[in-house]
């Protein structure tokens, strides 16, 4: 049984380390305490992405009271849908409609941050690694997800990319060295790769709404424990004191 278990879990490593993908991801340094960062986040992604994902786990009411954002405020700016307060970020689109659009249901994105090889960099990542692909039937490709069939919905703000071959591949199986900005998009990539961070840094928070809470309070259970440990040293002294 063992044995089994075992040969089953090594025929999964091969595929384990192509899911990775031989892309190097970027570091998005994303940080679920910047509140700043994380409304802003919520701003882009109610008014770019929330037309086709849902984040079936999140509620607008919780997205208010982490990110101390007046639920009045909540409803007026970031909910585009006749969704109440209380309900969960769903997308107006139909399911079907995004099976027949883009070839796929567009996914929930409550977890992407989480389950993704690298976390919150493979998202960042792949929001600068769209390419234009003629070929792709949305016109759109990405190295980090090659074949994806999501059109690079920010490239008005980042700009087109095209992709530089590696010179020397099979013309077969040409390879992508880098991607190159065709057309400059609204924003300066240094504008672009900030508002990808806080749009990373939401999800971030979306995947474990507790981090925030989770992360701050451990500041204070170290000053705690730091406190702690010095009283019992006082003590200490205080019995030794005695018996010495
Ligand atoms: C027009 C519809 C549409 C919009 C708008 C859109 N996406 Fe997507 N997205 C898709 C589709 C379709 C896929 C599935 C791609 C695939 O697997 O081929 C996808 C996939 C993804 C994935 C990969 C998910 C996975 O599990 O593989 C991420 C991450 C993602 N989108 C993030 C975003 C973000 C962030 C935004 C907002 C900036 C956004 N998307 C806006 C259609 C959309």
Request: overall charge negative.
């Amino acid at each position: 049984m063992t044995k089994r278990l075992a040969a089953f879990l090594l025929a999964l490593l091969p595929g384990l380390a192509f899911a990775a993908g031989d892309v190097k991801l970027l570091e998005s340094n994303a940080s679920v305490n910047n509140i700043a960062s994380l409304q802003r986040g919520a701003a882009m992604y109610m008014s770019y992405c929330s037309g086709c994902h849902a984040l079936g786990f999140q509620r607008y009411s919780r997205i208010a009271k982490d990110l101390e954002l007046p639920e009045e405020l909540v409803m007026d700016k970031l909910v585009f849908t006749d969704a109440k307060i209380g309900d969960h970020v769903k997308v107006a689109m139909d399911p079907a409609d995004g099976q027949a659009w883009f070839g796929k249901t567009p996914p929930d994105l409550s977890l992407v941050a989480r389950s993704k090889p690298g976390g919150p960099d493979w998202v960042y990542t792949f929001l600068k690694s769209f390419y234009v692909d003629e070929t792709r039937p949305a016109g759109w490709n990405n190295t980090v997800l090659p074949g994806s069939s999501m059109p690079h919905v920010l490239w008005e703000l980042q700009g087109s990319q095209r992709p530089i071959y590696q010179e020397g591949a099979a013309e077969a199986l040409p390879v992508i060295e880098r991607l190159e900005m065709a057309s400059p998009g609204s924003m300066s990539a240094q504008e672009y790769d900030a508002a990808i961070r806080d749009l990373t840094n939401f999800l971030t928070y979306v995947g474990e709404p507790a981090a925030i809470k989770r992360t701050s309070m451990g500041v204070w259970v170290i000053l705690f424990l730091a406190a702690f440990t010095f009283l019992a040293w006082l003590l200490k002294h205080e019995y030794w004191r005695d018996v010495h």
